[in-house]
């Protein structure tokens, strides 16, 4: 490439990141909101699932005559159909003709034949929409298919997954797909240097996390501070361009751990702001909050994850005031250190929000059970939690700018999906992005055998049962995986086991190395596997020949989650492809979701109960309900005061 190529190239990327951070993505309310739906819902009638499928035949239908082209006539067809593409003129006809092409480019690339079903997926991702896919249906192909389409109408297209691993592996087994279509890709994961993540952003397709993308976009915005055009850009910046070319186009796997459970999570740009001359203070607040007593002196809203100091609790603190002591000089200043102790103690809890790795406290993601090493809390937070640990207390941080990823990713000119789990957020998918959620059926009926849930008085009662059955199931030689919704749970389970002399792998934040491996031997005969929500996420837990005889795999789910889809999500590993499985759900009346967001309803239930067991009772299922819903409630609610505030930052601060 010449110099003058590499300027233009340069050039371009500063344009398209002027532009990106132009664009406007403010929330419309009443009236506009209301024209806003009703005209997503005419352009949807265009690209229904029904109308989806008949294209997808009609692709399907193609497929002898473009299987029988030598290898340079499906060149020639190729680079034909691509610059029609490219240049925006091709017709209905010659994009279901360009998904047949490149659908043979993925078979002879592969060896794997699109069904009818997944050229459907990826017709309904070309045309913007979120696509619902059971999981085990092929969601990796389906993308393949559609990326390539994408990035020719686009130029350049982002596929986000939920990890580096996913990303890296996804590029490599795709690149030969992308390289046939005339098309370059690349993988950005950790540790890459910012020489080689702009040579990787330059190419047609990237693959990559939101954590990454989004952290290099956001450093691109700092570094273009005010600037108004790609023009005055150039001139003070000259060659160091941005590294993100643009938000152009992207493709979300796993949409909704993304767009839903990571949405409002906010990606901070901070520095030190000092070293750790603060740590005596959050010392001195712990060491208080041990003093006071609950109740008397603080209230604890552990939904909300709140502590209110009392009356008497703030005239105890005022008498601790230390003139000469400049972090408690003032009683506002000692009474926010020790309010954020009590919330360190009683709302963050150990093996549940974070764990202790290397001296460190490390955040834990509390929908997937991984581990978080690069994130912290913040106002002291983090700080506080430190010191109830005992470990080293880590500079605080200035905030030099954040970005939530919601707000990310509506800035996107063009966004599509897919995910095991979306339909039940269908509302929200089109109030907040603006896509509409098509549920793609399955390929093969579903064989899987989902029994009653199980309720119980106590959570003793309740892990003792679990075990019964996982020794059961084992005992005929059937792989079990049992959910757990975190890493102090799995390591309780796995603990019971080991008492009966049960042989299992453990899957969580601890043991993520071993994920692909520890996956790919769930589903072999008389396996049993602990895991948290991590569990194969965008891999397959595959069934061996004897475990399918067996009854294919087993799914214990130990507790219900805060929304209904991430239970879903976990069952979903059994039964994949019309594969034998079963799945049941054991909770009890002291689990988290009712003892955060129901515990009057389920206190009055269990003294009402005679038994442990509470199977069949219409009223704990009336409380999981009404907890569920709950949760989902303020979830939802969260997320959309985060999409206010991403208003007003965008209205009234419009540089990041």
């Known amino acids: 490439m010449t110099a003058t190529d590499t300027g233009l190239s340069r050039y371009h990327a500063l344009f398209e990141a002027v532009r990106s951070r132009k664009r406007s993505v403010e929330t419309l309310k009443g009236a506009d909101q209301f024209v806003a739906w009703g005209a997503l819902k005419l352009r949807q009638r265009k690209s229904r699932l029904e109308v989806l499928l008949g294209w997808a035949e009609r692709v399907d239908q193609m497929a002898p005559e473009i299987r029988s082209l030598p290898e340079n006539a499906l060149d020639r067809e190729i680079e034909e159909l691509r610059s029609v593409v490219v240049r ?40 913007g929409r979120l ?97 108004e055009s790609a023009w005055t850009g150039w001139q003070k910046l000259g060659s160091n361009g941005p590294l993100v070319p643009g938000l152009q186009a992207c493709l979300v796997d796993e949409a909704d751990a993304v767009l839903i459970d990571e949405g409002v999570t906010p990606l901070i740009i901070a520095r030190s702001r000092r070293e750790d001359e603060m740590a005596p203070a959050y010392l001195k607040a712990r060491d208080v909050a041990q003093e006071l007593e609950v109740d008397k002196h603080y209230t604890v809203d552990s939904m909300r994850k709140r502590v209110k100091i009392t009356a008497a609790g703030r005239a105890v603190l005022q008498s601790m005031r230390v003139d000469d002591d400049e972090q408690w000089a003032t009683a506002r200043r000692g009474e926010e250190l020790v309010r954020q102790a009590l919330v360190a103690q009683y709302c963050y809890i150990r093996g549940r929000q974070y764990e202790i790795v290397d ?27 430190e010191a109830k640990e005992n470990v080293e207390i880590t500079a605080d941080r200035e905030t030099l700018a954040r ?80 959910g757990t919704r975190n890493v102090e ?50 891999t397959d837990i595959k069934l061996s020949t004897a475990a399918r005889a067996k009854g294919g795999l087993f799914v214990v789910l130990t507790e219900m989650h805060g929304a209904k889809r991430v239970d879903r999500q976990f069952i979903g590993r059994a039964g994949r492809q019309g594969d034998p499985g079963g799945a049941q759900i054991f909770a009890s009346l002291d689990d988290e979701l009712v003892t955060k967001y129901a515990r009057p309803a389920g206190e009055f239930v269990a003294g009402r109960a005679n038994f442990e067991e509470l199977t069949g009772s219409r009223l704990a299922e009336w ?25 007003w930052v965008d209205r009234y601060m419009p540089s990041v």
């Open 131 to 227: 696509a619902e896919m059971v999981t085990g249906e092929g969601k990796t192909l389906t993308g393949s298919l559609a990326a390539p389409l994408l990035a020719w109408r686009h130029r350049h297209v982002h596929v986000f997954t939920v990890n580096d691993y996913l990303a890296e592996r996804d590029e490599q087994s795709r690149s030969k797909i992308y390289k046939r279509c005339g098309l370059t890709s690349g993988a950005i994961v950790q540790d890459q240097s910012p020489e080689e993540r702009a040579a990787i952003y330059a190419r047609s397709i990237v693959h990559g996390t939101p954590k990454q993308i989004t952290a290099d976009y956001l450093r691109d915005q700092l570094m273009l501070g005010r600037i």
């Open 623 to 647: 409380v999981f309900r009404l907890a569920q819903k709950r949760s989902e409630t303020r979830d939802r609610r969260g997320r959309t005061q985060v999409m206010r505030q991403d208003d």
């Open 359 to 385: 001296g460190c406290v490390v955040i834990v993601d509390e929908y997937t059970g991984r581990f978080l090493p690069d994130r912290s809390w913040e106002h002291g937070l983090h700080q506080s939690v």
């Open 403 to 482: 970005l939530s990823f919601q707000r990310f990713f509506r800035s996107y000119k063009f966004l599509c999906g897919m995910t095991g789990t979306v339909a039940d957020s269908a509302g929200e998918m089109e109030r907040v992005y603006g896509r509409p959620v098509t549920v793609i059926p399955t390929n093969r009926p579903i064989a899987r055998v989902q029994e009653p849930t199980r309720y119980f008085k106590s959570a003793d009662a309740k892990w003792s049962a679990i075990v019964d059955r996982v020794r059961s199931e084992h005992e005929t030689g059937r792989p079990v995986l049992i």
């Open 489 to 538: 749970a799995s390591q309780l389970l796995s603990e019971r086991l080991e008492v009966l002399g049960l042989q299992h792998s453990v899957l969580n934040a601890h043991h993520h190395e071993e994920e692909a491996e520890l996956v790919a031997k769930a589903g072999h005969e008389g396996a049993i596997t602990v895991a948290t929500n991590m569990a194969g996420r965008g």
């Open 88 to 127: 925006g003129r091709a017709s209905h006809e010659q994009i279901l003709r360009s998904m047949a092409v490149i659908r043979e480019v993925a078979s002879r690339a592969t060896g794997e034949e699109a069904y009818i079903v997944q050229l459907a997926g990826a017709l309904a991702l070309v045309h």
